[in-house]
């Protein structure tokens, strides 16, 4: 009995040895593992100071520019060089005040002691007249309720809008010779006259006046000068509006003393008249007078007084 006993207690304390060694060789590979894996954790979280530093120096040339740019921008930002108001004012968020206002603001701000109240004021009033002047500008009217006169640019008339004749030329008013002389060729729409130069009959839309070579050229009624031109057969010419549709053509001239867009007064002196064309060379020296209304040929001679 004693003996199986014993067996008995042997073989529980090797059941214990062989328990316990299992569980220490457990733990013991489980530890190795553990430790195993956290090496090579640590091994990716190490920083290798040799490839930084060698980086650093291969990006030596672009970090001087980078801190060379840096420099610059903090010297451009320097507080001596920052100004608040500056920035204020030409922030889109913000509304910036007229001139007037922020010279006066200025002023005031590098006076000492000054009157902050009484520049205030003054910027107040300086805005008010501004807005006067931007007011009466939109409007069209100045303190006197005149109408301002248009600055000449392009496509401007010659002469402001208060020093433009009005073109009233009708069918009871006439005309004054623009020289004096015989007719050599006369007006004919409605049948054809004989051009001794051309040797040839031809509709005659004009009257052809004898004149002499550097005779003085008149304006036959007031008007606007609408074209100044060179025609082969009637040389140099100007054609002139005078109202009611009616538009009176001279030529053979020279000298020209009027430009396209000028108004000229009856009477006034516009050329003198030049040697004839070849195409007039019989007919002698002479003006090309041509009168017409809405673009129709008119006798001359109907409206010459």
Do not use: H
């Not at 051309?198 to 036959?220: E, F, H, S, W």
């Not at 020209?256 to 867009?261: H, M, T, Y």
Request: glycine content about 10%.
């Amino acid at each position: 009995m004693r003996r199986n006993r014993r067996k008995g207690l042997a073989k529980e304390r090797f059941l214990m040895v062989a328990s316990a060694v299992l569980v220490l060789g457990s733990l013991t590979a489980t530890g190795l593992w553990l430790g195993r894996d956290g090496k090579n954790k640590d091994e990716e979280y190490v920083v290798d100071l040799s490839e930084i530093e060698n980086g650093s120096t291969g990006r030596a040339g672009e970090n001087e520019g980078t801190l060379a740019e840096s420099i610059r921008q903090e010297i451009s930002t320097n507080d001596l060089d920052y100004d608040p108001y500056f920035q204020e004012t030409n922030s889109q968020k913000v509304e910036n005040p007229d001139e007037s206002d922020s010279a006066s603001m200025s002023d005031g701000a590098k006076s000492e002691g000054g009157d902050v109240k009484a520049d205030e004021k003054d910027g107040a009033g300086q805005g008010a007249a501004v807005e006067k002047e931007s007011a009466e500008a939109e409007s069209g009217e100045n303190e006197t309720g005149e109408q301002p006169e248009e600055e000449a640019g392009e496509g401007t008339p010659a002469l402001s809008t208060a020093m433009q004749p009005a073109l009233t030329f009708s069918d009871s008013d006439t005309l004054i010779w623009p020289v004096v002389g015989n007719i050599l060729v006369n007006y004919s729409m409605d049948k054809t006259v004989y051009f001794p130069t051309l040797q040839q009959y031809k509709y005659n839309p004009a009257i052809i006046i004898q004149a002499n070579q550097g005779d003085l050229i008149t304006a036959a009624s007031a008007g606007k000068v609408i074209s100044v031109f060179s025609d082969p057969q009637i040389g140099n010419g100007v054609t002139m509006e005078l109202g009611g549709g009616y538009e009176v053509t001279y030529g053979q001239l020279t000298n020209i003393l009027v430009s396209e867009g000028s108004y000229v007064a009856t009477g006034d002196v516009i050329a003198e008249v030049a040697a004839p064309t070849k195409y007039f060379s019989v007919e002698g020296t002479n003006v090309y007078f041509k009168l017409t209304k809405d673009g129709e040929p008119v006798n001359p001679m109907t409206k010459l007084s």
